[in-house]
């Protein structure tokens, strides 16, 4: 994914170096077969639980986000699909992964980080068909230019992208 994929009007030239991140992102799945999303009142859009990777351990580092972001403990973790997208404007070249798992124990303790609390940063179960829908809408509105935000905008599409690679 380029700032083409993402943005009508290119505001952003192509740098000539991009600096390379990994993350993680996660489809998971509770024993009501509802599918977790994270959002916040900053952006106020839903996207799936994850992060950048801190070791070369994926599916540590996915289980680590879930327990932070969703409050839940995760098993039978598989990747699904893998994602390469170029940021012109921070000059980022992020490779993000997502996982599949199931949630099976909730942790007592607020894990998430002092930034995800003070943006108010909770976990919302939706269906898939719900789901879909949501993302489909937040989709719409990336194309209508009403998502104010550079990121957002950016995993808005890539967790649409994933979310449609899931249900196949």
Same mark, same amino acid.
């Given at each position: ?7 009508? #009007? +290119? ?6 170096? =991009?600096?390379?991140?990994? $993350?993680?992102?996660? !489809? ?11 959002? #916040?009142?900053?952006?106020?859009? =839903?996207? +799936?639980? %994850?992060? %950048? ?7 540590? *580092?996915?289980?680590?986000? /879930?327990? *932070? ?6 098993? #039978?973790?598989?990747? !699904? ?16 992964? /997502? ?18 609390? #003070? ?7 939706? $269906?898939?068909?719900?789901? +879909? ?12 230019? *009403? ?8 995993? !808005?599409?890539?967790? =649409?992208?994933?979310?449609? *690679? =899931?249900?196949?």
């Amino acid at each position: 994914m380029r700032d083409t994929d993402v943005f009508e #009007n +290119l505001e952003f030239e192509e740098p000539s170096k =991009y600096q390379y991140r990994v $993350t993680v992102k996660a !489809i998971v799945k509770n024993d009501e077969e509802k599918i977790a999303f994270v959002t #916040n009142p900053v952006h106020g859009f =839903y996207l +799936l639980p %994850g992060g %950048g990777a801190e070791s070369d351990d994926l599916g540590l *580092e996915i289980y680590r986000e /879930c327990v *932070e972001e969703i409050n839940f403990k995760i098993k #039978n973790i598989k990747e !699904i699909f893998r994602i390469k997208e170029f940021r012109n404007r921070d000059a980022k070249e992020y490779e993000t992964i /997502c996982f599949f798992a199931k949630s099976f124990e909730k942790i007592k303790e607020d894990l998430r980080t002092e930034d995800e609390k #003070n943006n108010g940063l909770r976990v919302v179960w939706f $269906t898939e068909e719900e789901a +879909l829908r949501i993302l489909e809408n937040q989709l719409n509105k990336l194309k209508n230019g *009403e998502v104010k935000f550079y990121n957002t905008a950016f995993n !808005i599409l890539r967790d =649409y992208n994933f979310f449609v *690679e =899931y249900l196949k």
